[in-house]
């Protein structure tokens, strides 16, 4: 057994056992970043990287469920990736296709799908409706996938649903103003009847949202590691569950 091997297997049963459940998030959004930088620096081409990166997901979300942590929002695509060349886009839409059906092959995985759907080629659209529908009774870990997904467009899309509510309903748009608040508007989110983020991860280093959770990641805590994603590691995770943990949270100031 080689000694860095044996060293980074105790260190991180040390890092498992000083966790305590109390203490750990009960929803997790996870920004899965640098799958194309990986990709560059180890030779490979895109399609590996995002392909790497969607194995690394089956992996994280199998450390989720050894934890209890049964509620995870994965940004997989937003609606600015939505540019990328048609090659990379078709690619990466397969892989996304295929990742859907091996979660639902586990059989221990609820899937909903968190962004624009018409925006998306239909197979896809519709494997995540399928997805969810089949998913619906399942009892493990619930996954929300981000696919398309923008969080000003998840906030237009509330209003909307919003006003049309409000307008089948009979009332003028006075009346919708005056009664409009932060928990009506939450009730037309994407993930409405869940509760919000405790902790949001991104990898690769970048130190900015993107457009990820606006409106439900208002008091998350938020954890940047260096590491791309599909290097992201099981010690990583922990080192940034210990790292939420650890903090005084504050709601409001």
């Not at 237009?156 to 009979?170: E, I, P």
Request: charged share 25%; net charge negative; hydrophobic share 40%.
């Amino acid at each position: 057994m080689e000694l860095p091997g044996f060293v980074y297997r105790l260190y991180e049963r040390r890092l498992r056992g000083s966790l305590t459940p109390g203490k750990l998030p009960t929803h997790i959004g996870v920004l899965v970043d640098g799958n194309r930088r990986w990709a560059k620096l180890s030779g490979q081409t895109t399609a590996s990287g995002h392909q790497a990166g969607a194995d690394k997901i089956l992996e994280f979300l199998g450390w989720c469920q050894e934890l209890d942590i049964n509620l995870v929002t994965l940004y997989m695509l937003s609606t600015d990736n939505m540019s990328r060349s048609s090659d990379e886009l078709d690619a990466l839409m397969g892989i996304i296709a295929n990742t859907l059906d091996r979660l639902g092959e586990t059989k221990t995985v609820r899937v909903k799908p968190v962004g624009a759907l018409e925006l998306l080629p239909d197979y896809l659209a519709n494997k995540l409706r399928e997805l969810e529908a089949s998913t619906a009774d399942v009892a493990g870990i619930h996954v929300n996938v981000a696919v398309g997904y923008g969080g000003r467009q998840e906030i237009v899309d509330a209003v909307k649903a919003l006003l049309l509510q409000g307008h089948a309903n009979g009332l003028n748009a006075a009346q919708i103003a005056e009664d409009l608040d932060p928990d009506q508007l939450a009730t037309h989110l994407y993930t409405k009847g869940q509760p919000d983020p405790d902790l949001v991860i991104r990898t690769s280093g970048e130190q900015r949202l993107s457009g990820f959770l606006t409106w439900q990641s208002a008091y998350s805590e938020f954890y940047f590691c260096e590491a791309l994603w599909p290097d992201f590691r099981r010690v990583d995770f922990l080192r940034a569950l210990r790292d939420f943990a650890d903090r005084q949270r504050r709601f409001g100031s």
